[in-house]
């Protein structure tokens, strides 16, 4: 099974930017469906996007839909998130996640494998 291991996390301004990286270790990484979820204290951790095992298909929550950008490269073994004009309301915990199965995944319960997480801030 692969190990995640995120990167890229830190305290950003309102309307900066962020890359967030997930790294994965295993020579299966290209069959999986990656994404990102995010959580805050006291709330349950919350879809944000997934991409597809070839990268073909991607899918965003609301809230970030036009803000975030996920993308991959299976040759590097790493997911990448892009995130644009940030919020003070994007600050959580931003987790890196794979799973085998298809749509819909936008629930914990469908994912198997679970980075660590990084931490993004963002305030003035």
């Known amino acids: 099974q692969p190990q995640l291991v995120e990167s890229g996390g830190g305290l950003v301004q309102p309307g900066g930017s962020l890359r967030l990286s997930c790294a994965a270790s295993?020579?299966?990484?290209?069959?999986?469906?990656m994404g990102w979820f995010r959580q805050t204290p006291g709330k349950e951790r919350e879809f944000v996007a997934a991409?597809?095992?070839?990268?073909?298909?991607?899918y965003y929550a609301n809230s970030v839909k036009g803000r975030f950008i996920i993308a991959r490269d299976n040759g590097k073994n790493t997911v990448y998130l892009q995130m644009n004009s940030l919020k003070p309301e994007d600050t959580a915990v931003y987790y890196c996640?794979?799973?085998?199965?298809?749509?819909?995944?936008?629930?914990?319960?469908?994912?198997?494998?679970w980075g660590q997480g990084t931490q993004v801030t963002v305030s003035s």
């Open positions: 295993g020579r299966t990484f290209s069959s999986y469906t």
């Open positions: 996640a794979g799973t085998t199965r298809t749509w819909p995944i936008d629930t914990t319960t469908r994912w198997d494998y």
């Open positions: 991409i597809s095992w070839g990268g073909g298909n991607t």
